[in-house]
């Protein structure tokens, strides 16, 4: 599994402190009117934060390529998966009107 | 493990694939619908999680030097923060109960667009619901842990079970860093 390596407890308080930062942060923003992109901001965030646990927390910055490269799938397949059916359901109007 | 972890991805992603198609489809019933939520509750439940996952993460950091009493100490901390985030969580559903916002007969909500707002209500207890019932698991999994840990049954160079279920937990905190924004935050300015 991920190999022996041991990160130094700095860091893990680097990433925690982060991540309750930024938990602030989006409480913060979703208060101010940013119109459409209060989503792309919150989302922005939200991404960069499960990044931080991800490579830290789970240790995956420290494993093996195979193991990255299987994290990198699940997301892969999850936007594959958001990117047909929002292809279908942003085009239903275009290319059958009035059903 | 990864794979077993990827696998959740797609379960969860189903949900947050749902999520997306309805609230793409009803903006306005999920922007009121959603200000029914408690935003202090989510927010410290939020920091709740991630205070958790540290003491996870420092479980796991001690395992792997050895060191069998802060192994013990964080998994302790770690079982007692999601005891904490799941009576918050119990405190909201019921607040939802009280208040006729549960998907069903006795639906009823004030606001813009009531028809899809309970549809919003479905979503949010789906996908809160199962992450819940995540870290219910996780508990379980938690104490026997801790069990086992006092029985000296890991050491620095074999402790790979503490290492997994770190992923888990781990994994479940992120579930909850996109769900906060998502489900609390859509348009909390009203």
Known sequence: MSADHIVPVKIYWAVFISLLVLTVVTALVAYVDLGRFNLVVAMAIAIFKASLVILFFMHVKYSTKLTKTIVASGFVFFAVLVFFTMSDLLTRNITAPGR | ?190
């Open chain 2, 1 to 190: 493990m990864w794979t077993f972890l990827v696998t959740e991805v797609m379960f969860f992603g189903g949900l947050f694939m749902a999520y997306i198609a309805y609230r793409h489809a009803y903006p306005i019933a999920f922007a009121s619908a959603s200000q029914k939520l408690n935003i202090p509750l989510g927010a410290t439940n939020t920091l709740v999680l991630i205070c958790s996952s540290m003491t996870m993460a420092m479980g796991v950091h001690s395992a792997a030097l050895g060191k069998k009493k802060a192994l013990i100490t964080f998994l302790i901390l770690t079982l007692l923060l999601g005891g904490v985030f799941l009576g918050i969580k119990s405190v909201e559903y019921h607040d939802k109960f009280v208040h006729h916002e549960v998907p069903g007969p006795n639906f009823q909500f004030e606001g813009a667009d009531p028809q899809h707002a309970s549809l919003y209500f479905a979503l949010y207890f789906g996908l809160t619901g199962l992450h819940a019932s995540h870290m219910l698991i996780g508990g379980v999994i938690l104490i026997i842990l801790i069990v086992q840990a006092s029985k000296n049954k890991f050491s620095a160079a074999w402790h790979t079970p503490i290492e997994m279920f770190g992923l888990y937990w781990h994994f479940v905190d992120i579930v909850w860093i996109f769900l906060f924004p998502l489900l609390y935050l859509i348009d909390p300015r009203k």
